[in-house]
């Protein structure tokens, strides 16, 4: 113990030692010289008592120190005479007698510093005073005047000090700073070289040394030594309190760094410990100041506002803010769960509404709630989390500010936070394996508004966002991400290629903050989605559960143990209802989504510039784009283009207002790119969130507003000339997502594909367009139609099946029901819902299909009636006009036919609107004719009278129908008197799939069979192989069966031939 005693003494004296070279006195903004070592005594040297050499005439003007006055009066006042009854000359003013320097010394320093050497004045007009009878008998034995002075301060600090209460020597020596900087930057001097001034600099010096002691040393003052900092909790007291730090204390602090190099580690180790205690508190805590003060219940209770400004305020000061990021745990860690609580900053960033605490207090019993309530809850957190945010970008602006290697620092932590999250886009997440969600936000909220001084309007800094970043070092970790269209191995290849040279300031904040929306705010956004499909099928199961509680009636222990789990699990619910809630009220914020586009914007006009390799958009995008790709597009992280889809997705359906038009180009112009040259994303659900973000764009707003992107549509130049055939290009890769759910995902796909075509088909722009655009490149559109009529094959079939099943099930339960034992009626119940639920989900689809069918049969007749379409097309046709209007239409009567959207008569309606389109093909007319399974002329009779009987069409559309019947009768008779006259066909001259004769035999080249040209291409358009050996086939590759050909055109010849003969002959028999 000795040992130590005596370590501590050496240090004090070496301390103690440096206050009799004083440096400079700090200054309160006017030039000031350095103090004169005359006027500083040595700390242990004898007492000086030389008088001064001059005398003042006034005492000086009394202060105000933190709301407490400090009366200064002369050393010896004569004593105030009684008030006389005439008043005085105003003209002459009483004389005043001068004080003298040691007056003024002691006088002054006894009150700022709250010392006394007499016993008996232990106690004056301001409060207590300390007494210090220590230093009283030095000075009797050294036969000093009992005074307090500058050469004697050391040692009345040093006692006064140690006598605070509770041994916390900052509590005295803090409210002496606040009192005598006070009266140093009020004191009215003559001149640097003033006494007064001189001695208020020293004693001012003095006084920072000391705190500087009770900080580094404060075992010097008789306190026991702990591991806790003696600074940390004085930091979260307002700067405004006697015992807080303020400005003028942490700026003479830092002007001490040099000369002190215990004083910077001691702000670090403050800051250090301020987030150690901060990181187990949330914003909810009305936090207890930690161990050391709580230990006292010194201090009131705190709040996180308070942790906020202590940091806000050490960060104001450069030096501080550099030093803060050497600390050793700025970045110390790479475990993504305790990244946010071990970090410095972490605990900063992870407090948010989002901490599950803090959600349950904001919608406690979420179920109970009304909306009122939740949308008043909802507007609470918003502030809350967007004070967290403005805080935080304060904290790390002045970080980024402080210096170079600082600004270093702080991007290596947000980087570090970014690689280590890759886990936050993972299929299943463990939130125990990641940062929270509140942390991330944080992150993105923070990154975003970094990025808003380079976002200008006319993106005049988008040229320095340099690609070149994903050959240097980079601190965003992407090698193992998706990317946007390249394998592993095509990936490894480019990111192996370095270039040299270094990034700029905003490439480093694009990148990380393109990264931080992906971990960050687009993670939320798929976990509420998730969310709400959870909370529904926790609210399904509960009520299954609460069903179940009469078998546990009669046995206590089962239904206690039953109720204690039921409750757990409603818990649970209440808790995910609230996360929604937070979530929604955190993602809802039009603030920051508007800040978030912003950002987006900026992405979306990048990548464009990548791909086209114009100067967009002061150039414009041309398509197709190159067919050759830039490699480092192929290489961007798939997240890139999934993040500006992600956000638009979200802004489109929940708050569409908030976009600008002219974000509104760039977007259009994104998703029309990627739609036409599609072979530049591999992702197909990429793809299909440009069609989403279309579809959303042209919903109707509440009130009846047209959609956002509807007036953008039809107007703008690019979209008139691109966005008909790149939806319709979708349409046709749609058929094959490479999924699983490929085949329900294509026809949610098409319905959005519909809806954009009806939203621009009333523009002419668009359909003469589309008209060119089919004479160019027939193919194109053959393949478009072939795969519309499947799809209007599929639906209709789907959905009259569904009604029919209704239909039967129905009928069963009315007439049967009350016969039939539970688990039966059971059973057909929800076979019954099955059914119903598909006719839903396929009578919507039918309803959209049907409506684009009766569209492009109107503007694309031609592709309609190729040969390898018609058949097929007239098929359908007959076979749903005979569902609707045949003999078993009775079995599509279900009750409350509107609860499925089906209104057979409009239905029936566009059908015939389709057979009308193509009255004016013969080779349709001549398809249905041979169409032998469903044609049926009374199915046509019946129709017109339906339409007739309903209005459903005007005069010259019923004579018109009935003109096609007439022709379809017309074109049947001919061709059974064709078929007649041709007799037996041949089996070589038959086509292998239809059995009909061939007019143009073409030979497969790996199965070398012949078939009919039209036959062939009509399967390849559902199925690129060989039908008979399931060998990859294009129809380029068959070939020409000219010998085959020959033949039959022989055969057809002779036949006819014949034909005519027998017609010669039956004339002249008939003529004899």
């Known amino acids: 113990m000795s040992d130590t005693l005596s370590d501590a003494d050496k240090i004090r004296n070496k301390r103690l030692a440096k206050l009799s070279n004083p440096a400079q006195p700090s200054g309160d903004g006017n030039s000031e010289s350095a103090q004169s070592s005359a006027n500083t005594s040595p700390s242990h040297s004898p007492l000086s008592t030389q008088p001064p050499s001059r005398l003042f005439n006034a005492p000086p003007t009394p202060q105000q120190s933190e709301g407490k006055r400090i009366k200064i009066t002369p050393a010896a006042a004569t004593p105030e005479r009684p008030p006389s009854a005439a008043p005085s000359a105003p003209s002459t003013p009483p004389p005043q007698k001068i004080e003298s320097i040691e007056a003024f010394e002691d006088r002054t320093l ?7 050497l007499k016993e008996e004045g232990q106690r004056d007009i301001h409060g207590n005073r300390t007494y210090l009878p220590g230093l009283r008998t030095e000075l009797q034995d050294e036969g000093q005047d009992l005074r307090i002075q500058v050469g004697v301060l050391d040692q009345a600090l040093l006692e006064a000090a140690s006598k605070a209460e509770r041994q916390r020597p900052l509590d005295y020596l803090l409210p002496c700073w606040k009192r005598i900087t006070k009266l140093y930057k009020g004191l009215r001097r003559t001149g640097d070289n003033d006494p007064k001034y001189q001695v208020l ?3 001012r010096r003095l006084c920072m040394s000391y705190c500087i002691f009770a900080i580094t040393m404060p075992e010097m003052f008789g306190s026991e030594w702990s591991p806790q900092s003696s600074l940390a909790s004085y930091l979260l007291i307002d700067p405004e309190d006697d015992r807080g730090i303020d400005f003028e204390f942490i700026n003479e602090a830092v002007r001490r760094f040099d000369e002190d190099d215990s004083v910077k580690p001691a702000f670090i180790s403050a800051v250090e410990q301020l987030s150690a205690q901060l990181s187990s508190m949330n914003v909810n805590d009305d936090y207890k100041s930690y161990a050391i003060v709580s230990q006292t219940s010194q201090f009131p209770w705190t709040t996180s506002d308070q942790y906020f400004q202590a940091l806000r305020n050490l960060v104001r000061h450069g030096s501080i803010a550099a030093a803060i990021t050497e600390s050793s745990i700025f970045n110390n860690t790479k475990d993504p769960a305790q990244f946010e609580k071990t970090t410095l900053l972490g605990p900063w960033f992870r407090l948010s509404p989002l901490q599950a605490n803090v959600t349950l207090s904001y919608f406690s019993s979420p179920k109970t709630r009304d909306q009122a309530y939740i949308s008043n809850a909802q507007r609470s957190l918003r502030m809350t989390q967007q004070m967290l945010s403005s805080d935080l970008l304060d904290v790390i602006n002045h970080l980024i ?17 970014m690689n280590i999250n890759h886990k936050r886009r993972a299929m299943q997440v463990d939130p125990e394996q990641v940062s929270s969600d509140g942390f991330m936000f944080n992150l993105t909220t923070c990154l975003d508004q970094l990025c808003e001084p380079f976002m200008d309007a006319a993106f005049t800094k988008i040229d320095r966002v340099d690609a070149d970043y994903l050959h240097r070092d980079s601190r965003v970790d992407m090698r193992d991400e998706t990317k946007i269209n390249a394998d592993q191995h095509a990936s490894d290849a480019f990111y192996s290629k370095k270039v040299e040279g270094t990034s700029n300031f905003i490439t480093e904040i694009f990148f990380l903050t393109v990264a931080a929306h992906h971990y960050g705010s687009e993670s939320l956004t798929s976990k509420m989605e998730q969310l709400e499909k959870d909370v529904r099928h926790m609210e399904s199961t509960i009520t299954k559960f609460e069903l179940e509680r009469v078998r546990w009636l009669n046995n206590p222990q089962q239904l206690r143990t039953f109720d204690t789990a039921l409750k757990k699990y409603k818990d649970k619910l209440d808790l995910g209802i609230a996360l929604k809630y937070s979530l929604q009220g955190v993602l809802f914020d039009e603030h920051w989504q508007a800040r978030s586009m912003l ?7 990048w990548l464009l510039r990548l791909v086209s390799g114009k100067n967009f958009p002061k150039e414009q995008v041309t398509l197709p784009l190159p067919e050759q790709q830039p490699e480092v597009f192929k290489c961007l992280p798939e997240y890139f283009l999934e993040d500006v889809v992600s956000n638009f997705k979200f802004i489109m359906w929940c708050m569409p207002h908030i976009i600008t038009a002219t974000q509104g180009d760039e977007l259009v112009m994104l998703c029309i790119t990627f739609l036409e040259s599609s072979a530049y994303v591999k992702n197909p659900y990429l793809k299909a969130g440009l069609i989403s973000i279309l579809f959303r764009g042209t919903w109707k707003r509440p009130g009846g507003a047209s959609g956002v992107l509807v007036d953008l549509l039809n107007s703008m130049p690019f979209a008139n000339e691109h966005l008909l055939h790149a939806v319709m290009r979708f349409y046709i890769e749609a058929e094959f997502t490479g999924t699983h759910s490929q085949f329900y995902d294509k026809f949610n796909i098409r319905y959005e594909i519909f809806e954009i075509i009806k939203c621009i088909w009333p523009n002419t722009l668009y359909r003469e367009k589309l008209s060119i655009q089919a004479n160019q490149n027939l193919d194109f559109f053959v393949q478009f139609v072939n795969l519309l009529l499947n799809d209007v094959t599929y639906v209709l079939d789907e959905s009259f099946g569904a009604f029919k099943t209704i239909h039967n099930t129905q009928t069963e339960l009315n007439t049967q029901g009350n016969s039939m034992d539970e688990a039966t009626r059971q059973q057909r119940e929800e076979h019954l819902s099955s059914a119903q639920r598909s006719a839903k989900s396929y009578m919507q689809l039918t309803n959209q299909t049907v409506s684009m069918l009766k569209l492009f049969t109107d503007a694309l007749a031609d592709s309609f009636t190729m040969p390898e379409i018609v058949q097929r097309l007239a098929d359908m046709l007959d076979y749903n006009l005979d569902a609707m209007v045949g003999p078993k239409s009775s079995n599509l009567r279900v009750d409350n036919l509107q609860e499925y959207g089906f209104n057979p008569r409009a239905l029936l309606s566009e059908i015939v609107d389709v057979y009308l389109n193509l009255i004016g093909k013969e080779n349709f007319i001549l398809a249905v004719a041979r169409d032998g399974r469903s044609y049926k002329p009374a199915n046509f009779e019946k129709a017109a009278d339906i339409i007739r009987k309903w209005s459903l069409k005007s005069p010259e559309h019923l004579r018109r129908w009935s003109q096609l019947q007439k022709k379809v009768q017309a074109a049947k008779e001919a061709d059974e008197q064709a078929e007649e006259d041709m007799g037996e066909i041949p089996e070589e001259f038959l086509d292998p799939l239809m059995y009909s004769l061939m007019d143009d035999p073409v030979i497969l080249p790996s199965s070398r069979i012949a078939i009919d040209r039209a036959t062939i291409r009509s399967h390849l ?12 086939l294009k129809i380029e590759d068959v070939v020409a069966d000219t010998d085959l050909k020959a033949k039959i055109e022989a055969f057809k ?8 003969r027998e017609m010669v002959h039956d004339r002249m028999d008939t003529s004899t």
């Open 599 to 605: 950002f987006m914007r900026y992405v979306t006009v």
């Open 201 to 203: 600099c020293e004693a």
């Open 110 to 116: 006894s009150a700022v510093f709250r010392v006394t």
């Open 401 to 417: 500010r402080a210096s170079k290697e600082a600004r270093d620092r702080v991007l290596d932590w947000f980087a570090t936070a």
């Open 1021 to 1032: 358009l559902s199925d690129p192989h060989d039908p008979f050996n399931r060998v990859p």
């Open 1053 to 1060: 010849t002779e036949k006819l031939a014949g034909k005519r």
